[in-house]
């Protein structure tokens, strides 16, 4: 089996090559992404394997069919990067559908109370010996209630770790779980009754930009936003309008961002950066940003390479793909 793996960072090799070799693999590490520039360089390969990052349009997929590429491995959860109508009958797409759901929910949480309690600013105070606690309060979780925007299995996760703060749970979910012991709401009773709003749903057209003018405004007042799933959930701009009126958010916390691609995992603090959406977001004192890290543990990048690798064993020995997007 050979692989062309685009994006490639260090520490994707460091769990990539040597599981490759105890399955008899070869894999062609290549920094850039895949487009259609780069797609030529799967040539004579079985598979291509990808990240969030990577754009999978159709002239792709068409050119890879053309190549005989047999499969697009994800090394994600999420397939919204991958135009799935052009690859249904052409290309097998196959996902990691679950990795580490504690990891991520273990960081929005960390996010969340890094938030709260104003942790990214008192970290930069006190390297300059500034010990004044001004602008610092927090406010005390215990007993407020969270609002969880999608209940698989990384929303189950978040569920559990703010219950065990002693939080009250709201969830919302297009498609609810009656075995999960939760109180379902609909998105406008949640917004209105929660104090935190955590997001933990896949990108879709029905949840794109969930977050936007209109329910900004059914949020109450004070309230926290957490977004560690896809950037695009959250309508940048009507995001900027409501920090800018310094009423609705008392912070945000933001791993991801709708337009991440070609900044995030990558160094630029050598550029111009020209995006002023995310320069304006950055501007403001309550608001968190990092860079798509939630996924980001050595739990999370074993299970990862494991279950990619194990994709790619099952297509090629005739087995179901389990893993597969229908």
Not at 134 to 155: E, N, P
Not at 289 to 302: D, L, R
């Amino acid at each position: 089996m050979k692989i062309a793996f685009y994006g490639t960072k260090p520490y994707d090799r460091l769990w990539f090559e040597p599981l490759a070799k105890e399955y008899g693999y070869r894999i062609f590490f290549i920094e850039n992404l895949l487009n259609e520039d780069t797609v030529v360089m799967a040539k004579n390969c079985d598979a291509v394997c990808v990240f969030v990052n990577d754009q999978v349009t159709k002239p792709i997929i068409e050119k890879l069919h053309d190549l005989r590429v047999k499969a697009i491995l994800l090394r994600s959860a999420g397939y919204n990067h991958v135009d799935m109508k052009a690859a249904r009958g052409k290309i097998h797409v196959l996902r990691v559908p679950s990795y580490s759901p504690e990891a991520v929910a273990e960081f929005a949480t960390a996010a969340l109370l890094s938030v709260n309690r104003r942790l990214h600013r008192a970290y930069v105070r006190t390297r300059e010996f500034n010990m004044k606690l001004d602008g610092l309060m927090g406010t005390d979780l215990h007993g407020k209630t969270a609002g969880v925007i999608g209940t698989g299995r990384i929303g189950q996760a978040m569920i559990r770790i703010l219950r065990g703060m002693g939080m009250e749970i709201l969830a919302y979910d297009l498609y609810p779980n009656p075995d999960l012991d939760v109180k379902y709401v609909d998105l406008a009773d949640l917004m209105a009754g929660s104090d935190v709003i955590t997001l933990h749903c896949p990108l879709t057209k029905e949840t794109h930009h969930i977050i936007n003018k209109k329910t900004i405004a059914q949020m109450k007042k004070g309230v926290y936003l957490v977004n560690t799933s896809r950037g695009a959930l959250v309508d940048s701009q009507a995001l900027i309008e409501a920090l800018k009126q310094n009423e609705t958010f008392l912070g945000v916390a933001l791993d991801v961002y709708e337009e991440e691609d070609g900044i995030f995992y990558e160094d630029c603090s050598d550029d111009i950066v020209r995006d002023d959406v995310l320069a304006r977001l950055m501007s403001f004192p309550n608001v968190l940003i990092t860079s798509h890290q939630g996924y980001f543990t050595k739990e999370a990048m074993k299970a990862i390479a494991l279950v990619t690798l194990e994709n790619a064993k099952m297509l090629e020995e005739g087995m179901e793909l389990i893993n597969e997007v229908k």
